[in-house]
C-alpha cells in the first residue's frame, strides 16, 4: 500500500480531551477521529487493525464450535419489556421511535434479540447446546464518555451466547469460551489476565474478566504467580490467617492527648507510629442498624466486602446520631474499645499487637490497645482491597499486583433470560425446562485502545505483529526518480513474499517519515536512502525493541521474510486442548 | 462444519406476508429472521453469504485504490444542518435524542460525516485523489418495509467517496468503480446490467445503476445488444425517425359513434382494430398552462419524459375545466384534431398512416385521422416507456427488455457536499477550491436478496458458488454409527483439500435432508448412504443444473476437489485492466 494513496493524517499534537496514551495516540497516528463525544470514525490503518483483531476474534470463536450470526442495531422495546430491562437498564439504553411512534432502542447487547431468536426455534434436547456470536456494532449513552476508544458511546463488540440443557452442560460451554478467549489475547499479543469476577446475585463463581495489563488500566488486579488465582482487588479473596500470640508481653492501654489530629497520617506523625500500628473505626448505618468496621490504618475498607461479610442489603457512612449513640462521644474520635454495635474486624489486624485507636474521647487517642484483649474480636472479616503481598485467599502465596482493562467477560447466566422470555425445550424425558444461558463479550475497539496502552512508548505505538496494520513499512528517503523506483522494487517483491508493506512514498522530509514511522508503530522499519543504496547495505528497525540491523542488499528480502515468518508464528493458532 | 451445530432452522411455509421469492426462500432456508418490520437477523448460513459478497467488495475496492474506513451508525444533527439534508431528507432520516438532548440521526449514509472529516485533514491538492469505504449497517426508515431484504429498514451498504482537484479527474475516480462494480457483480456470479440513471439536477449523464436481472425484478430496463447502451425504461432514448411518407392514398377523416365505448381495449375491439392503431389524447395542467401528449394507444406516457421534454417545473391531469377549454367538448372524448394547446406529439407517431383517435364530440370517434394532415405535428418528443424491440437512442438497433434489481449505483457529485460543507483545498497555483466529489454504494444485503430472485427454482435456492455458504454439502444417509464414521471420514478429507464442506449429519430421514439441502442451495451436494457404499460410487448432484454424476469411491475427493477449483476459478479476481 502506497501512504501517497492512503488516507492516514498524522498530527503533532493530539487534542486537550485526550489524556489516556491511546486516545492520543490513536489520533496521533490518524487510527482514529472523533465525530461526536464517545462516536469515532476509524481511518484506514483504524479500520485494518480493527479488522485484524476481528479475524482472530472469529477464527476463535469457530474453533471453539460457535457459529457467527448478525442482529439488527434498531430492536424492538417489546422484548425489552418482557425480559424486563426496560425499564431496568437505566438511560444508558438509548430508546427512539420510529416514523410510526413505535418504540425501539439501540442494542447495547443482544439478550434479547438471540433469546427471542433461539426461543421460536429450537424445542427440543437434540438441538442444543448452541453457540451464537456476532461481531457488531453497538451502542451505549455513557454519561460521560471518555478515554477515546476505552469508554465510547458507539463501539463493535464480539457477544456470544450459549443454549444447554442443563447446568453442569452450560458449564462446559462456559469452559469453551474461556478456553477461547485465551487464546484470543494470546493470539493478539496482549499481557492478560482472567480475573474473578462479582457475579452478582446471578449465581457461583462462573463469571470472569479478561483484563489487558497496563500501567494506565483503570482496574485494579492482584494475582497469585504460585496457584494462579488472580482478582479483582475489590473481589480477591485473602487468606485469613488468626495470629493467636500471646499478648502478655504488652503494656496497657492508656490515652494521650492529640488535639487537633484527625487523619492517619496526622496522627501517626505526631505519636512517631507507622500508619499500619493505627486501627481505622468506621460506623455505618444499614438495613440491620449500625455496624462497625475496624481496619488497618494503612488501607482502605472496601464497601463490597464489608457489605457482603456483614450479609446486609444497605449501608452507609453512619448520621451523626449513630455515631454518637454508638461511641458514647462526639463525633471523629471514634475507637473500637466499649463499642454498642455489631463490630466486624480485618483480617489483616493481629490479636497480639498494640495499636493506636481514637479513644471515643474528644482529641484524645488509646495507645497499647490490643485486639481481643482490649476489645472482643467477635466477628473477623476480609474487609479490604487487597493489595500487593497479602496472602492469597486460595494457597497463601503472596500476592502481586497489576492494573489492568477489562477487554471481555465471560459469564454463566442461567435462567436469568430464558425463564421470562419463555425460552424452552422439551428435554429427553418429555418435560418442558428452560435453557441455560451463557453470555460471552470482547470489546473489540477497546481491545484495539487496551493494545496501544500496553504497547506504546514516548515516540508512539508499538504494536504487537499480529494487530499492527501492517507488518513492514518501507520509508523512501528522497524523493529522486530512481530511488524511488529502486525502493518500489523492493516493496513489490516483499510483496510477493506475502508481506503486508505500508510504502511510504510521500514527498516528506526524512525526519518526518521517521517520526510517523515511530508513531504509527508498525514493527518493522526498512529504510531506503541514497547512503544505504550506495553501501549495499539497508537499515531494518525493530519497532519495539528499537533494534537496528544492516542487512545486504541482495538477500534483504528473504531476511526480512523469514524475520516476519518467525514473528507470526507467535501469534499463529495453537492446537486446541 | 456439522449441521447438528449449526443454528439453520428450515420451514417447509414461508409467512404470509413473504411474497417475492428471496424474502421467502431466505427465510424458508434458515437463512434469515425478521426481528420487526424491515429488520432482519442474519442466521448462521445468512452470515457466511454476507460476508462472502462483503469479501468479494472489499477485495475489489482495494484493488481499485480504494482504501476502507468505518464510520459510525450514530451522527450528529449538526452535519445534516450544515449540508441542508436535516430538512430536506424527509421522515427516512430517523432522528433521535440522545440522553442529554442532543440531536442525532441513525445514518442512511455518509457523505456529511465522509465530507466533515476530510475537509480537517486534507488541505493540498498533494493529498488529492482519495477514495475512502465502508462497509457498514445503514437506517432507512421506510414507510413500507417489504419484500424482506429488498426494501429493509436496517441493512448492509458498501459506500464509497471520492474526492479529486477537478472535474476530470473526478470522472477518473468515477471509471475506476465503475470498472469495480462490473468486477464485484461478476465474481459475485450475478447476470447484471450498468444502467443509466436519472442523475437529477447534478450534472451530466454520471450516474449509472447497476441492476441484477431478475424476472420478479421492480425496474424495467432496455438494453442493446448491439451498443450496450442500457437504460430504465423511464430514462431509456428512443431513436425518432420521423417517417415522412405519402399520405395521399389514404381515406379521410371520418366521424363514427362509439357509444358506451371508452377504454383503447373497448374503442379497438369496436371497430375491429389494433390498440396500436390508435392514439391517447392526454391533457395537463403544467406551470406553463395546458399541455397535450399524444402517444399510440398501446404505450403508456412516462411522467419524467413528458416532463422533461416539455421542460415543466410540474404538472398534473387537466382539470375538466382545462379539459373543456382545450378541446371544446366534453371530458372523455379528447382527440388531436382542432386542440387549442401546445401539443407533444410521441416519436412512434408515423405521419403517413391513419389512426382512431378521439372526436372531441361526445360518444364519437375519428377514423383516418393521418398526423402531419388532419392536425400539424409543431413538436416531436420521445414521451412513452421505452420498450422490447424499440429503436435504441444510440444506435438505432432493437431494444431487449429485462427486469432488474438494483444493487448499486455510481455518482458523480460534483461540488454538492464540498460547497456547502467547504470542503477544499489549495491547488498547485495556490488558489482554494472546492473538492470534486463521488459517491459509490453497493447494498451488500440487497445483492443477497437479488442473487436469490435470479438463482431459484421451484424447490429452492441456487446459489452461484461464490456466494453460497458452504462450497459442498455431504448427506449422510442413515445413522448407523459405521456410515457415519465413513461419512465423517469423507468430510475430513474433502475438508482438507480447502473445500468448504457443510456436514448433515442430523438424525434425520433421507427425504428431509434431500429436501433442505435443495432448498439451502448449495452449489454440490455428495450423498453418502449404505447404496452408494456398497456400490463402489457415490453420487454428486449440481444443484442448479440437476446433473447427476456417480464418482467412484477412490476417487471422489480428487474429482470434487477438481470440479470445484475449476468453478471457483470462474469467479477468481480478474486482472485489472
Known amino acids: 500500500m502506497r501512504m501517497s494513496m492512503l488516507f492516514s493524517p498524522t498530527l503533532k499534537e493530539a487534542p486537550k480531551e485526550a489524556e489516556v496514551p491511546s486516545h492520543r495516540l490513536l489520533i496521533r497516528g490518524g487510527y482514529i477521529r472523533k465525530l461526536a463525544a464517545g462516536i469515532y470514525s476509524f481511518l484506514p490503518l483504524g479500520n485494518k487493525t480493527l479488522r485484524k483483531i476481528e479475524n482472530i476474534v472469529r477464527e476463535e470463536m469457530e474453533r471453539s464450535g460457535a457459529s457467527e450470526v448478525l442482529m439488527p442495531v434498531v430492536q424492538p422495546a417489546e422484548l425489552w419489556q418482557e425480559s424486563g430491562r426496560w425499564e431496568f437498564y437505566g438511560p444508558e439504553l438509548l ?47 455513557e454519561i460521560r464518555p471518555r478515554a477515546g476508544l476505552l469508554r465510547g458511546r458507539e463501539f463493535i463488540m464480539k457477544d456470544a451466547y450459549s443454549f444447554d440443557i442443563s447446568e453442569d452442560a452450560a458449564h462446559l460451554s462456559y469452559q469453551a469460551m474461556y478456553d477461547a478467549y485465551n487464546r484470543i489475547f494470546e493470539r493478539c499479543g496482549l499481557e492478560f489476565r482472567a480475573v474473578e469476577a462479582d457475579s452478582g446475585a446471578i449465581g457461583g463463581d462462573l463469571s470472569q474478566e479478561f483484563h489487558v495489563l497496563a500501567e494506565t488500566g483503570e482496574d485494579s488486579i492482584v494475582s497469585c504467580s504460585a496457584c494462579s488465582y488472580t482478582a479483582n482487588v475489590e473481589k480477591a479473596e485473602i487468606r485469613i490467617e488468626p495470629a493467636l500470640e500471646d499478648a502478655s508481653g504488652l503494656g496497657s492501654l492508656e490515652n494521650v492527648p492529640t488535639p487537633g489530629k484527625h487523619s492517619v497520617e496526622d496522627v501517626a506523625a505526631f505519636l512517631e507510629v507507622q500508619p499500619s500500628d493505627l486501627l481505622k473505626t468506621l460506623i455505618f448505618d444499614s438495613d440491620q442498624g449500625p455496624l462497625v468496621a475496624i481496619v488497618p490504618g494503612d488501607r482502605e475498607a472496601n464497601p463490597i466486602k464489608v457489605k457482603s461479610a456483614a450479609g446486609l442489603e444497605w449501608f452507609e457512612m453512619a448520621s451523626d446520631e449513630t455515631v454518637q449513640a454508638v461511641t458514647s462521644a462526639p463525633v471523629g474520635f471514634a475507637g473500637p474499645v466499649g463499642l454498642k454495635a455489631r463490630v466486624l474486624v480485618d483480617v489483616h489486624i493481629q490479636e497480639a499487637r498494640a495499636y493506636v485507636t481514637g479513644a471515643n474521647l474528644g482529641d484524645t487517642h488509646s495507645v497499647n490497645v490490643v485486639p481481643g484483649r482490649d476489645f472482643m474480636i467477635e466477628e473477623r472479616a476480609d474487609l479490604t482491597l487487597a493489595g500487593e503481598g497479602d496472602p492469597c485467599g486460595k494457597c497463601g502465596s503472596p500476592f502481586g499486583f497489576y492494573r489492568g482493562i477489562e477487554v471481555g467477560h465471560v459469564f454463566y447466566l442461567g435462567t436469568k433470560y430464558s425463564v421470562p422470555m419463555g425460552a424452552t425445550f422439551i428435554d429427553s424425558e418429555g418435560k418442558e425446562k428452560p435453557m441455560e444461558m451463557g453470555c460471552y463479550g470482547i470489546g473489540v475497539t477497546r481491545t484495539m485502545a487496551a493494545a496501544v496502552e500496553q504497547n506504546h512508548d514516548e515516540y508512539g505505538i508499538t504494536w504487537p505483529m499480529s494487530i499492527a496494520p501492517y507488518e513492514l513499512t518501507v520509508l523512501a528517503l528522497g524523493n529522486d526518480e530512481e530511488l524511488m523506483s529502486q525502493a518500489e522494487s523492493y516493496v513489490q517483491a516483499l510483496e510477493a513474499e506475502g508481506i503486508e508493506v505500508l510504502f511510504d512514498d510521500r514527498k516528506e522530509r526524512p525526519g518526518i517519515k521517521f517520526k510517523d514511522a515511530d508513531l504509527t508503530g508498525i514493527p518493522f522499519q526498512l529504510v531506503i536512502g541514497k547512503r544505504g543504496l550506495e553501501s549495499g547495505e539497508l537499515e531494518l528497525k525493530n519497532r519495539k525493541t528499537g533494534e537496528k540491523s544492516a542487512l545486504p542488499m541482495d538477500s534483504v528480502v528473504a531476511s526480512i521474510a523469514a524475520l516476519i515468518r518467525e514473528e507470526r508464528a507467535l501469534f499463529a493458532p495453537k492446537a486446541l486442548k
Open 95 to 141: 430508546r427512539l421511535k420510529d416514523r410510526k411512534g413505535g418504540d425501539f432502542v439501540l442494542g447495547p447487547t443482544h439478550e434479547e434479540v438471540i433469546t427471542n431468536m433461539v426461543r421460536h426455534e429450537i424445542r427440543s434436547y437434540r438441538d442444543l447446546p448452541r453457540n451464537l456470536f456476532q461481531i457488531q456494532t453497538k451502542y451505549r449513552d
